[in-house]
T-cell receptor, first 110, second 113 residues
Framework: DAKTTQPPSMDCAEGRAANLPCNHS???????VYWYRQIHSQGPQYIIH???NNETNEMASLIITEDRKSSTLILPHATLRDTAVYYC???????????FGDGTTLTVKP | DTEVTQTPKHLVMGMTNKKSLKCEQH?????MYWYKQKAKKPPELMFV???????INESVPSRFSPECPNSSLLNLHLHALQPEDSALYLC????????????FGSGTQLSVL
């Protein structure tokens, strides 16, 4: 699986968009980008995933650059409940396992 | 039902004890996973079961013994653990091993004395 690099921490004001970057410069053509988050004392929660097109669901948007070497998770209107560790993972569909990197701790402030 | 249920939520055990962690899902998922998470670290994969058969063992010490009695249940048997094994143990499931949309339980916080 390709390695990912994320900033260790970010702050965001409540109600503003949170943009979380992820670098995956060694990603291969059959690897997807997945995002999870982990709120304190809970298990990780799936957010969104994509291959090369931008994706949007009820939780977030995922923007993948054209060369697929990086991506950005966007929480359009961050709330205090979005404070969590966000993990970016790249994974080949058939690989059967995924490796969590160190993630970004997002703190949403009032 | 989109829940993965883990029991117990907390467990304290001595190094000579034998205990088991349990995980259950009723989503019809055929892949189930055990992860270990130390404080302030990311989850680390331990085992993957696919269609009730062990698919991946990430070189986990034999004092951890997984079991998948049926497609809904996953156990982790613990024996002769060390204090450094104290961690949050997370169970997850997915439709299949090819599908990475994992559903996680809340975990079992294990303390080994």
């Amino acid at each position: 699986d390709a390695k990912t690099t994320q900033p260790p921490s970010m702050d965001c004001a409540e109600g503003r968009a949170a943009n979380l970057p992820c670098n995956h410069s060694t990603i291969s053509g059959n690897e997807y980008v997945y995002w999870y988050r982990q709120i304190h004392s809970q298990g990780p929660q799936y957010i969104i995933h994509g291959l090369k097109n931008n994706e949007t669901n009820e939780m977030a948007s995922l923007i993948i650059t054209e060369d697929r070497k990086s991506s950005t998770l966007i929480l359009p209107h961050a709330t205090l409940r979005d404070t969590a560790v966000y993990y970016c993972i790249v994974k080949e569909t058939n690989a059967g396992k995924s490796t969590f990197g160190d993630g970004t701790t997002l703190t949403v402030k009032p | 039902d989109t829940e993965v249920t883990q029991t117990p939520k907390h467990l304290v055990m001595g190094m000579t004890n034998k205990k088991s962690l349990k995980c259950e899902q009723h989503m019809g998922h055929r892949a189930m996973y055990w992860y270990k998470q130390k404080a302030k670290k990311p989850p680390e994969l331990m085992f993957v079961y696919s269609y009730e058969k062990l698919s991946i063992n990430e070189s986990v010490p034999s004092r951890f013994s997984p079991e998948c009695p049926n497609s809904s249940l996953l156990n982790l048997h613990l024996h002769a653990l060390q204090p450094e094994d104290s961690a949050l143990y997370l169970c997850a499931s997915s439709q299949s091993q090819r599908n990475e949309k994992l559903f996680f339980g809340s975990g079992t916080q294990l303390s080994v004395l």
